[in-house]
């Protein structure tokens, strides 16, 4: 398959470049950029030297149409819904790694990204693209929604137990932290080694723009409505994610039980793996992979579950989502292109 990257720049679109170099059956073909047509990947990340020396280009949708079968989109939100549209009237394979096409709630899309969302003859034509949850709709998919990471972490951490409908319908409790990777490449202030060495910070409290990503997915699953509380926070380190999230149930179960349920529901799913019991994840045993590590705690004292979820932000939580995403929508293995062990220590 024949690929192209929309917004070269970004480490999403570097992450994107170093999954699809090992993949079997996929050619990065081409790298869009506006700000850097004509620059050299290799001149933006050296990293890159002699292993991807494409200039960047233009946007050109009928170019990419005669050449490439699938594009990848990882720009910032509210760029990518005005640039898809075009593609998919060329008949175009499009994955979105930006927040334009998750949401369905028109008032929730402005309030939280600050703009009008895309026409509704695209919008509807999106599949969120969880990969382990929505595997039929994804196959036959010409639009993916990425996830975002904290969706990601918090959602395949959950859904075992609102598919099997285990939680009571109250608010979930969900306390996260990300590495500094997660708020891109560009310059910002909070992200200043100064201001983020040896400091951890909330931020984000009650308006982060993954509350409704959350949410709606969540209400999709256990059709009722689901409300979450959720706080993220940044801490010093570059890659990861651990959502740690709090869940009422509805029956007394103890930890094994819990285990052994979602053992069972994501028994066919490589990428997810769950601890035994008495042991927790941590970050750095997903790093620079597409895994999503899960570890289960059943507080029977005070009949809370605690479930803990770690990713990398950048993998599984951006481009490895997005690869095998791919990888579904064209009938390949799951694993193609990601069968790349974490990084450690």
Known sequence: MDVAIIGGTGYGAAELIRLLHHHPQANVKKIISQSNSGVKMSEVYPHLTN???????????????????????????????????????????????????????????????????????????????????????IRK??????PGCYPTSVTLGLMPLIDHQWTINETLIIDAKTGVSGAGRSLSLNVHYSEMNENMKAYGVGKH???????????????????????PHIVPMTRGILSTMYVDLKDSKNTAEVIDLYEQYYKNDPFVRIRKEGVMPATKEVYGSNYCDIGLYMDERTNKLIVVSVIDNLVKGAAGQAVQNMNIMFGLDDMAGLELLPTYP
Do not use: W
């Not at 723009?209 to 706080?231: A, G, N, W, Y």
């Open 51 to 137: 292993i991807m020396e494409i200039e960047m280009e233009d946007f050109d949708a009928e170019a990419l149409a005669k050449e490439v079968d699938v594009v990848f989109f990882a720009t910032p939100s509210n760029v990518s819904k005005h640039r898809i549209p075009e593609l998919l009237d060329l008949g175009v394979k499009v994955i979105d790694l930006s927040g334009d096409f998750r949401l369905t709630n028109r008032e929730l899309y402005k309030e939280y990204y600050g703009e009008e969302m895309a026409s509704d003859k695209y919008v509807n034509q999106a599949v969120y693209g969880l990969s382990e949850i929505y595997r039929e709709e």
């Open 141 to 146: 998919a010409a639009l993916i929604a990425n």
């Open 209 to 231: 723009k993954h509350i409704p990503e959350i949410e709606q997915i969540l209400t999709d699953r256990f059709s009722e409505e689901v409300q979450v509380v959720f706080t």
